[in-house]
């Protein structure tokens, strides 16, 4: 099974992620989208899959959504979807893809319902928080 991750090196959640994805034995295609960028197409696809909209994907922390006008509640899906085109960091992270599905991946252990397997355990999040224990269960 292949994997997807749309990934902010720089966030902690995604770097958890990308972790326990590598560690469960898959090489998952990395796409940084603060690079990359989004076009239309793929984020109307993705949050479809995933059940989100843009309101609900909309990252509103660390991010410029705030001085951008896009918290109000009569701000529409169509506004904050063209906002998060021009500026991709306003799209929450990260997204992972496999053929179990497609989610938003917040907090880092629900990228476990996306994997045929898991790592092995004891496996620890970047913050020494167990994940998985000896067993391989869900800490």
């Not at 410029?64 to 899906?77: I, W």
Request: glycine residues 10%; contains cysteine; aromatic residues 4%.
């Amino acid at each position: 099974m292949s994997a997807v991750i749309h990934h902010n090196p720089d966030c902690g959640t995604s770097r958890n992620v990308l972790a326990i994805v590598e560690a469960a034995g898959y090489r998952p295609i990395i796409i940084e989208y603060l690079q990359t960028g989004w076009t239309r197409a793929q984020l109307l696809g993705l949050f479809a899959a995933a059940g989100l909209t843009p309101r609900t994907a909309l990252r509103t922390s660390k991010s410029p959504a705030a001085g951008l006008g896009l918290l109000g509640e009569d701000v529409s899906g169509e506004t904050i979807l063209a906002a998060m085109i021009e500026h991709p960091v306003l799209v929450n992270r990260p997204i992972v893809c496999t053929a179990k599905g497609v989610r938003l991946c917040r907090p880092s252990e629900t990228v476990l319902d996306l994997l045929e397997r898991w790592p092995p355990g004891p496996f620890l999040k970047e913050d020494g928080s167990l994940l998985i224990d000896a067993a391989g269960n869900r800490a």
